[in-house]
């Protein structure tokens, strides 16, 4: 996984003050030039279509579960989440509003301008909190557009003609769209799942795992530790002895999985008294996970 992917994965699953901090250092990098441009992206970004903004989510949320002591700070206001939370950050969720998605994808014989295959979404499956499937998506994709050796095969289950019978992207989109609205959507480095839908992890309240489950794997030169993100994989198999991806891996078991991991993340986080959204476990608790 590259740095940036990490560090996007890392933004949802933080809370706004944190993701603000980062983004004042970013800013202080940029030239007057760079700065320009920035304002162009914000004026775009500022244009997405939002079927229900987050605050707005957030405060519907508010309102329906009569959560007094939900603090400021799910709102957009830069008030310390410490100072004033009581509880677990999770705890103005009701478990219906907590799901996972995962997207398996197919490799396209397209290839992008660096000469790489590009990688599209063939399936995608949402669950709730138990695991059981909400929305599972097929997105067309026609025979001989994709690699469909054997090596990809045993890894995608998906052959030459298997998506022919899917919906178009922009479809499975819409649906997928409709599915996330509302919820705490639990992902696992989601960043490029959610970006194969042209979907920005900003429009939904996101929690990304991969943010907190690291290991430290050494230091740099100036003493600065060194973390790798651990996948879905090898956390299963640590904390459920169980492999969620022996041989055709699923969008759905993945997603369950996830959801899982998220409720083992949670039990970790209140024995370590964990009770902000940015909170992070201590560098070396997973550095034992091959």
Not at 22 to 30: E, N, S
Not at 161 to 166: I, V
Request: neutral net charge; charged residues 30%.
């Amino acid at each position: 996984m590259s740095c940036l992917e990490e560090t996007l994965n890392w933004m949802s699953g933080t809370e706004s003050e944190s993701r603000m901090g980062f983004m004042r250092d970013v800013l202080r990098c940029c030239s007057l030039d760079d700065l320009g441009i920035v304002l162009k992206l914000v004026n775009t970004a500022q244009k997405r279509a939002r079927d229900k903004p987050r605050l707005a989510q957030k405060l519907e949320r508010a309102k329906k579960f009569q959560c007094s002591s939900i603090p400021a700070s799910v709102s957009s206001v830069p008030v310390s989440e410490a100072e004033q939370r009581e509880g677990y950050w999770w705890e103005e969720y009701d478990t219906s509003q907590i799901i996972a998605f995962d997207v398996e994808f197919v490799t396209l014989l397209q290839k992008d301008e660096r000469g790489r295959h590009i990688q599209s979404p063939g399936t995608v499956s949402v669950v709730d909190f138990t695991g059981k499937p909400l929305f599972s998506g097929k997105v067309k994709h026609k025979a001989g557009t994709f690699l469909t050796d054997a090596a990809h095969v045993a890894i995608t289950g998906f052959r030459s003609k298997d998506l022919e019978d899917g919906k178009e992207l922009v479809e499975v989109r819409k649906e997928l769209m409709e599915k996330l609205q509302g919820s705490l959507v639990i992902t696992q480095g989601g960043n490029g799942d959610y970006k194969s839908f042209d979907l920005a992890p900003g429009d939904y309240d996101s929690f990304d795992l991969q943010s907190k489950f690291k290991k430290l794997t050494g230091y740099d030169k100036r003493g600065n530790p060194v973390t790798q993100p651990i996948g879905l994989r090898q956390l299963s198999l640590h904390f459920f002895n169980e492999d969620p991806q022996t041989g055709i891996h699923s969008a759905t078991t993945d997603a369950a999985y996830t959801l899982r991991l998220f409720r083992e993340y949670q039990r970790l986080a209140m024995k370590n008294g964990m009770q902000n959204r940015a909170d992070t476990f201590d560098l070396e608790d997973f550095s034992t996970i091959k």
